[in-house]
């Protein structure tokens, strides 16, 4: 709807669910994987809108593709009508310590512009970023 305001507007040091967010994805696809089974097996996965992912192994093969690719794609799981992509950003050490973030209305982007386009230059911006941190 144009117009309209998307209530995610995500913000530095903003906390979201690690589970259903691109940015919690692409963290947790930093760590080992029994470690994030672990962590899955004491989390509640909240229902947020009817695309929210809530099944443990689904949840955990979206993160093992997270870790494959590079980055991190929720298509409306945390607002109807939002996506967002997440890439890693890491230390000198090689280690993920954070991550950058990008959302839109999913009545503008579509998946080849995300994928295609914007993911690739994200990537390009962490690396840049990632040099910088200690």
């Known amino acids: 709807m144009p117009g309209r305001r998307m209530a995610y507007v995500v913000t530095m040091g903003m906390r ?3 589970f259903s967010s691109a940015s919690g994805r692409v963290l947790l696809a930093a760590k080992k994987e ?3 089974e672990a962590l899955l097996s004491v989390t509640t996965v909240k229902k947020q809108t009817g695309h929210t992912i809530l ?8 993160i093992q593709q997270a870790k494959a690719d590079g980055f991190a794609v929720n298509r409306e799981e945390l607002e109807d009508g939002l996506i967002a992509v997440s890439v890693p950003l ?5 280690m993920v310590v954070t991550s950058l973030n990008m959302s839109a209305s999913t009545s503008r982007v579509t998946d080849q512009i995300t994928i295609g386009k914007v993911v690739p230059r994200m990537k390009d911006a962490a690396e840049q970023m990632s040099k910088l941190l200690p």
């Open 16 to 18: 979201l669910p690690a």
């Open 34 to 36: 029994a470690e994030v």
């Open 55 to 62: 099944q443990r192994k689904a949840l955990l093969k979206i």
């Open 90 to 94: 890491t230390n000198r050490a090689g």
